[in-house]
């Protein structure tokens, strides 16, 4: 049994469909606080996913949640970085806390293993790019990137003193179908509500790596099965990148709309917390053999279509 903690979110969701593939069997635990039930719904009485609806917070929930699991996939998270600059306490229950509680069920129920999703918010602004595992001190400037990294701590912790074993993934920018934040979401939404233009945040030249979701998932379970450390920490990404403005580009050439105004409300951030570049150093991760199925044009492209088709641009 694997449980995926967030398996009805974004990513979580995606990665319950590659276990099932797999032909393993999957617990959910999800509070639906951003999770969407369809996005579970091809697996309704398959009998290989059970849903239990649960908060993180709520530790004894989770000690019931981890009965006869071997892997721990700890996908749960705030998903808005900008939702911590007005809700300064979000990533911190969602994140750290949770994490925490996570880990303390494993400790008190034997599971041993944890494949964390972490996140190149991390790095904060990092001189070093493309940036690799080695980088340091890594000191993040958002919220939501010292949640990460408090996670990652508390999880080297766990396997140094209690014996557990971990996979922790640094991702870049994940996009894909079924995505409920992120610029191309809000991209859509926006031409949605104004065909005639597209306000981006920021000057447009903030520049980041993208990954597929589905290579994302691939890459994750790829090095679960395949490196074997204590703690096995790895980049995730295409080793590429794309700027935002490139992005709206692509966004409304994918709507097919005509003439539209795209507009920039200037300075280098998005909002405060915004890393203007990132560029992670992939090398560790392609020397274990994994190649993604697609670079980050081409997978901001897929995305741009398939959220058209679900938001019903």
Same mark, same amino acid.
Not at 18 to 34: A, I, K, M, P
Not at 172 to 189: K, L, Q, S, W
Not at 260 to 277: C, L, N, Q
């Given at each position: 049994?694997?449980?995926?903690?967030?398996?009805?979110?974004?990513?979580?969701?995606?990665?319950?469909?590659?276990?099932?593939?797999?032909?393993?069997?999957?617990? @959910?635990?999800?509070?639906?606080?951003?999770?969407?039930?369809?996005?579970?719904?091809?697996?309704?009485?398959?009998?290989?996913?059970?849903?239990?609806?649960?908060?993180?917070?709520?530790?004894?929930?989770?000690?019931?949640?981890?009965?006869?699991?071997?892997?721990?996939?700890?996908?749960?998270?705030?998903?808005?970085?900008?939702?911590?600059?007005?809700?300064?306490?979000?990533?911190?229950?969602?994140?750290?806390?949770?994490?925490?509680?996570?880990?303390?069920?494993?400790?008190?129920?034997?599971?041993?293993?944890?494949?964390?999703?972490?996140?190149?918010?991390?790095?904060?602004?990092?001189?070093?790019?493309?940036?690799?595992?080695?980088?340091?001190?890594?000191?993040?400037?958002?919220?939501?990137?010292?949640?990460?990294?408090?996670?990652?701590?508390?999880?080297?912790?766990?396997?140094?003193?209690?014996?557990?074993?971990?996979?922790?993934?640094?991702?870049?920018?994940?996009?894909?179908?079924?995505?409920?934040?992120? @610029?191309?979401?809000?991209?859509?939404?926006?031409?949605?509500?104004?065909?005639?233009?597209?306000?981006?945040?920021?000057?447009?030249?903030?520049?980041?790596?993208?990954?597929?979701?589905?290579?994302?998932?691939?890459?994750?379970?790829?090095?679960?099965?395949?490196?074997?450390?204590? @703690?096995?920490?790895?980049?995730?990404?295409?080793?590429?990148?794309?700027?935002?403005?490139?992005?709206?580009?692509?966004?409304?050439?994918?709507?097919?709309?005509?003439?539209?105004?795209?507009?920039?409300?200037?300075?280098?951030?998005?909002?405060?917390?915004?890393?203007?570049?990132?560029?992670?150093?992939?090398?560790?991760?392609?020397?274990?053999?994994? @190649?993604?199925?697609?670079?980050?044009?081409?997978?901001?492209?897929?995305?741009?279509?398939?959220?058209?088709?679900?938001?019903?641009?």
């Amino acid at each position: 049994m694997e449980l995926v903690t967030g398996g009805a979110g974004f990513i979580g969701s995606h990665l319950v469909d590659s276990l099932v593939t797999q032909g393993e069997r999957v617990r @959910v635990l999800d509070n639906f606080s951003s999770g969407r039930e369809e996005f579970l719904s091809q697996h309704s009485g398959s009998g290989m996913v059970e849903v239990v609806r649960a908060d993180l917070l709520d530790l004894e929930s989770v000690n019931s949640a981890m009965d006869g699991v071997e892997t721990v996939h700890h996908m749960a998270a705030n998903p808005d970085i900008r939702l911590g600059t007005e809700v300064t306490d979000t990533d911190l229950r969602q994140g750290t806390i949770a994490t925490y509680n996570v880990l303390e069920s494993m400790r008190l129920t034997g599971v041993g293993k944890i494949s964390f999703s972490s996140s190149s918010a991390v790095y904060g602004e990092a001189d070093r790019m493309p940036t690799p595992e080695t980088y340091g001190p890594i000191k993040p400037i958002s919220l939501y990137g010292a949640s990460k990294l408090a996670s990652e701590a508390l999880i080297t912790a766990w396997c140094g003193t209690f014996g557990a074993k971990a996979w922790i993934h640094r991702f870049a920018n994940i996009v894909g179908p079924r995505g409920t934040h992120g @610029v191309i979401y809000d991209f859509v939404h926006k031409l949605k509500a104004d065909p005639t233009r597209l306000e981006v945040l920021g000057d447009g030249l903030q520049e980041k790596s993208y990954m597929s979701v589905e290579d994302c998932v691939s890459a994750m379970l790829h090095l679960v099965d395949g490196v074997d450390d204590e @703690v096995n920490l790895y980049n995730l990404g295409t080793g590429d990148t794309c700027s935002v403005r490139r992005i709206a580009e692509i966004v409304v050439e994918e709507s097919g709309l005509k003439g539209v105004s795209i507009e920039y409300t200037g300075g280098e951030r998005g909002w405060a917390g915004d890393v203007p570049k990132t560029s992670l150093d992939v090398g560790c991760l392609f020397s274990t053999g994994f @190649v993604p199925g697609m670079q980050s044009e081409a997978a901001i492209r897929q995305t741009a279509c398939a959220l058209i088709g679900e938001i019903g641009l």
